[in-house]
């Protein structure tokens, strides 16, 4: 059972478009981190959210954390062709280990 | 801050042979760290949780015999992987906790290490 999901899976966009990728799940989270990955390399964290309703930027990034905490988003405005990578949500309740989504494979075509 | 090191990035082995990946927190102490393996176009995948001065907790299916972890200090844990054969090969990646300061469950993770197994 995949505790955390992860929609889309795959995501070919042209550059400019914008982008929202969804991280769900049907349990409450102390905390969710969001990650990139480019291929051969190791997940780079780009954003931890504790507080329900929580927005971050970073960037054209715009995270948020759903305000019953069991869901997060994570929304690219005007994708560029270095935004292409795998994107990993995971979560965490309280001190149990995290959980991983499957990933989002995002491509941004110039 | 939170620079993970892993080394080798790269090793080719042959089979039978046993080999030892380090993961070392470069500005911060790790009281934890975690070994992922990730097949290709899959998520990570937990394999053990490696905790300083005690003994590592594996997951369901892996084995603790083969894959041997050491977490000797706050800044080094070591994977070795024992008698390899070519369906070890993976992307073998660590993560480190903080033991203080941050969010508690934030991870930062090395840069991996891409294992063959001839």
């Known amino acids: 059972t995949q505790l955390l999901e992860q929609s889309p899976q795959f995501l070919s966009i042209q550059e400019g478009e914008n982008l929202t990728v969804y991280c769900n799940s049907s349990?409450?989270?102390?905390?969710l981190q969001w990650y990139r990955q480019e291929p051969g390399e190791g997940p780079v964290l780009l954003v931890t959210?504790?507080?329900?309703?929580e927005v971050k930027k970073l960037k054209r990034l715009t995270f948020q954390f759903g305000d019953a905490r069991k869901d997060s988003s994570l929304h690219i405005t005007a994708a560029q062709p270095g935004d292409t990578g795998l994107y990993l949500c995971?979560?965490?309740?309280?001190?149990?280990?995290?959980?991983f989504g499957i990933g989002t494979k995002l491509q941004v075509i110039p | 801050g939170a620079v993970v090191s892993q080394h080798p990035s790269r090793v080719i082995c042959k089979s039978g042979t046993s080999v030892k990946i380090e993961c070392r927190s470069l500005?911060?102490?790790?009281?934890?760290m975690f070994w992922y393996r990730q097949f290709p176009k899959q998520s990570l995948m937990l394999m053990a949780t490696?905790?300083?001065?005690?003994?590592?907790?594996?997951e369901q299916g892996v084995e603790k015999d083969k894959f041997l972890i050491n977490h000797a200090s706050l800044t080094l844990s070591t994977l070795t992987v024992t008698s390899a054969h070519p369906e070890d090969s993976s992307f073998y990646i660590c993560?480190?906790?903080?033991?203080?300061?941050?969010?508690?469950?934030?991870?930062?993770f090395g840069p991996g290490t891409r294992l063959t197994v001839l």
């Open positions: 993560s480190a906790r903080r033991s203080s300061g941050g969010v508690y469950n934030e991870q930062f």
């Open positions: 349990s409450v989270f102390s905390s």
């Open positions: 959210v504790v507080t329900g309703g």
């Open positions: 995971a979560g965490a309740r309280g001190y149990q280990k995290v959980t």
């Open positions: 500005d911060f102490q790790a009281t934890t």
């Open positions: 490696s905790n300083e001065g005690s003994k590592a907790t594996y």
